[in-house]
């Protein structure tokens, strides 16, 4: 008789498990490159997870990528983006599918750092970061300039050395940060945030030497940008040599090649601008001059028109005319009351030679009858009873 052994049933669960232990016992599995292009990815943002699928022309795999290695990526994966990631090959257990699970990526072909560059400038670009409308005017004559770079760098004494020469009235605040690092961006942001948080400074010059784009990095933050473009005081970037730009040097205010540039840029030339008020002193003296020789004429002028039209003369005129006209009233009245005097004396005089009684002491008399003076003998009859009056008295008598 031909026997058989019963079949050994195991579940679902063992065997995804037996199945993970073997590929994980892999060594050729546990260390992998694998390159292909991101497709269906999702990034969970409030996780920090990111989950993709890489495929080439014939497969697709899926691929996980946790947030503690995730954060350490320099730029931002997209589908259709060609990446070579490193990571191990294990199973999910709970849906028996086998994926990879990325520790670290890179761009296929692009620098990693030279596709996160492209995609924050694109980002902030689109959000008006870098217009020019924004941009605020530099002070003419800075009273203090804050310095946010590395305290022991090249770059400092050269900015120093053209601000000691250019401009030395200016008070110089040095803000010492690390300039590369990982916590340089985030020291050159808040250096940003507490010079523009104290508004003492008139501009703000930010930067460092030459590098490469991994040593240069921490100007390319995004944190820092914001931090730029929100600040209130002028700021010029000053990272690197001529040929390299970073994001700090889009969103400031101005934008200088080198470290030597930022100070010329921040301040003027003492001496151009002694030359320049020596040139504004002689024209205005030139210009006071002639107000003032402008203004002698004009005096000159109205003095002689004064002494024309001078009103003491005027007066003096008027005040002959009136004393003339006052004289010749004196004396015209002067002879209308002598005139007058004579005819009054003459007057006087006929009066008197007519006064009655002065007649009578001449030897006349007045004969009156009654009321009434006799001045004809026709006037009376005899037997009239006639009063006659003489200088010293009168007397009676009757007429026969």
């Known amino acids: 008789m031909n026997t058989y052994s019963q079949p050994r049933f195991i579940s679902v669960s063992q065997l995804n498990f037996y199945i993970k232990s073997l590929v994980e016992g892999d060594d050729n599995l546990r260390y992998v490159f694998v390159t292909g292009e991101i497709s269906n990815l999702t990034d969970h943002y409030s996780s920090g997870h990111i989950y993709l699928s890489l495929k080439d022309e014939k497969a697709v795999v899926k691929a996980v990528m946790f947030a503690n290695s995730a954060k350490n990526l320099k730029f931002r994966p997209q589908n259709g983006m060609k990446i070579i990631a490193r990571g191990r090959v294990s ?7 086998y994926q990879l699970y990325i520790e670290d990526m890179q761009p296929d072909g692009m620098g990693a750092l030279t596709i996160a560059f492209d995609q924050l400038k694109k980002k902030l ?20 300039i804050s310095i946010i770079t590395s305290p ?3 770059a400092l004494q050269d900015i120093l050395n053209i601000l ?30 507490d010079v523009d948080k104290a508004g003492l400074a008139d501009v703000i010059i930010i930067g460092r030497g030459g590098g490469s784009i991994e040593d240069l990095w921490a100007f390319n933050s995004e944190e820092l940008a914001r931090a730029i473009f929100a600040c209130k005081i002028p700021v010029i970037s000053s990272v690197g040599h001529e040929t390299d730009f970073t994001i700090c040097d ?20 003492r001496l151009s601008e002694f030359d320049t008020l020596a040139k504004q002193g002689q ?14 004429k004009s005096l000159a002028d109205f003095a002689r028109v004064l002494t024309q039209t001078n009103p003491n003369i005027e007066f003096n005129k008027r005040m002959e005319n009136f004393l003339r006209l006052r004289d010749r009233l ?71």
């Open 164 to 193: 000691r020469n250019r401009w030395p009235y200016a008070e110089v605040e040095i803000v010492p940060v690390l300039v590369q690092g990982d916590s340089a961006a985030s020291m050159l942001t808040k250096a940003v945030q």
């Open 152 to 154: 022991t760098g090249a």
């Open 250 to 269: 889009f969103v400031s205010d101005m934008r200088a090649p080198t470290p030597t540039a930022a100070a010329v840029l921040a301040t003027p030339d």
């Open 330 to 400: 004196f004396n015209a009245s002067e002879k209308l009351i002598n005139e007058q005097k004579t005819r009054n004396e003459e007057f006087r005089l006929r009066l008197f030679s007519l006064n009655p009684s002065e007649i009578l002491r001449r030897g006349y008399s007045v004969t009156c009858i009654g009321d009434k003076t006799i001045s004809s003998k026709e006037q009376v009859n005899s037997g009239d009873s006639i009063r006659i009056i003489f200088s010293d008295g009168d007397i009676t008598a009757t007429v026969d």
């Open 125 to 144: 670009e689109s959000e008006g970061l870098f217009d020019n409308k924004y941009k605020k005017p530099l002070p003419k004559y800075p009273k203090l």
């Open 283 to 296: 024209y205005l003296s030139a210009l006071v001059d002639k107000l003032i020789s402008d203004r002698e």
């Open 91 to 97: 199973v999910y257990e709970p849906s028996g599918q």
